[in-house]
């Protein structure tokens, strides 16, 4: 999934609230048919950095990962957002069997465990989390890939 040929933009965030504020600057830049695809081991801050972005899209209802779920639809913000979580899924086919592509026109898609499924066709923007230095450091690293990603993403990082 990773293009090698781009380099990503890396982002060290400190804390939680790090995490939040940079999440919060994603929420204004983004539009219905946007694809975010997160990745990386548990705990590294995805449904954190997915928690503020429903909240500043205007989200209401409280924002758990949809691992049991799979997707959940929440349309009380903005714009709706999809969320899901590939996490329990084995290969394309279970994926391609939830649907979630019927969202992709009409809301915000944010893929959590993204790399379960090799089927992602771009524009999307790929968010990889990894544990820092200390016990609240976390890094993302955001690939674009396709569509003005790279110009709207200069506005905010
Ligand atoms: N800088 C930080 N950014 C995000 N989370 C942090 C940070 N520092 C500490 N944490 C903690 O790390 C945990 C991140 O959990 P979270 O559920 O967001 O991870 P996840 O990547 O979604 O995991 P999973 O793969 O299980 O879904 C939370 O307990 C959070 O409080
Ligand atoms: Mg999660």
């Keep these: 999934m990773l293009t090698e040929d781009i380099k990503p ?8 609230e790090d995490t939040a504020a940079l999440a919060y600057r994603f929420a204004e830049i983004l539009e219905k048919g946007d694809i975010l695809l997160f990745t990386g081991e548990i705990g590294t801050g995805k449904t954190t950095f997915i928690q503020a972005l429903a909240k500043n899209l205007g989200v209401k209802e409280l924002v758990t990962s949809p691992t049991f ?19 329990r899924l084995n290969n394309d086919d279970e994926v391609e069997n939830i649907g979630f592509e019927e969202y992709y026109d009409t809301a915000v898609t944010v893929v959590e465990w993204a790399d379960r499924y090799s089927g992602f066709e771009p524009p999307y923007i790929e968010l990889h989390f990894e544990y820092g230095l200390h016990e609240n450091e976390r890094i993302v ?3 674009s890939n396709g569509g003005d990603w790279n110009k709207r993403l200069n506005n905010i990082l």
Excluded at 69 to 86: A, C, K, M, N, Y
């Design 69 to 87: 779920v799979i997707q959940t639809l929440r349309e009380s913000g903005r714009i709706p957002l999809s969320h899901v979580d590939l996490y």
């Design 141 to 143: 690293s955001i690939l």
């Design 9 to 16: 933009i890396v982002k060290t965030m400190n804390s939680v």
